[in-house]
């Protein structure tokens, strides 16, 4: 998703990517090479101005109107006060993924079950209000 300042409500996406600041996530991490990976594929080239790899802390920069960015989307930024707005991509991007391993003769596996139930309940959760 595209995270935009609230002064740029109404704007489309690739206009903000042209025309702002861009704020990239950190182009090493595998959610940067996605990022990467979808601006290539819609032919857009941002003006970088800053590269971190913390979500929250690109969010706040947005909020000040620093920029835009292009993070994945996190329920936990707007339970803050921030003056930020989440513009979906209009191109498909790639989704992403999370996996747990574990061991099945673990002595643990009663946990190991609880957390996966857990997980589950939160993305469906999380799932239904987005």
Request: no cysteine; hydrophobic share 45%; aromatic share 8%.
């Amino acid at each position: 998703m595209l995270l935009a300042s609230e002064v740029h409500h109404g704007k489309k996406p690739t206009q903000l990517l042209r025309s702002e600041p861009f704020i990239r996530y950190d182009h090493n991490s595998w959610s940067g090479k996605l990022i990467e990976r979808y601006l290539r594929a819609v032919a857009i080239v941002p003006v970088e101005r800053f590269e971190l790899n913390a979500i929250e802390s690109i969010a706040l920069m947005v909020n000040q109107n620093l920029g835009v960015a292009i993070i994945p989307d996190s329920a936990n930024l707007y339970k803050r006060d921030l003056k930020i707005i989440k513009l979906p991509l209009p191109e498909v991007s790639a989704p992403r993924r999370f996996g747990l391993v574990w061991s099945r003769k673990s002595a643990r596996i009663r946990l190991v079950q609880a957390f996966r139930e857990a997980a589950q309940m939160a993305y469906q959760s999380l799932n239904r209000q987005g």
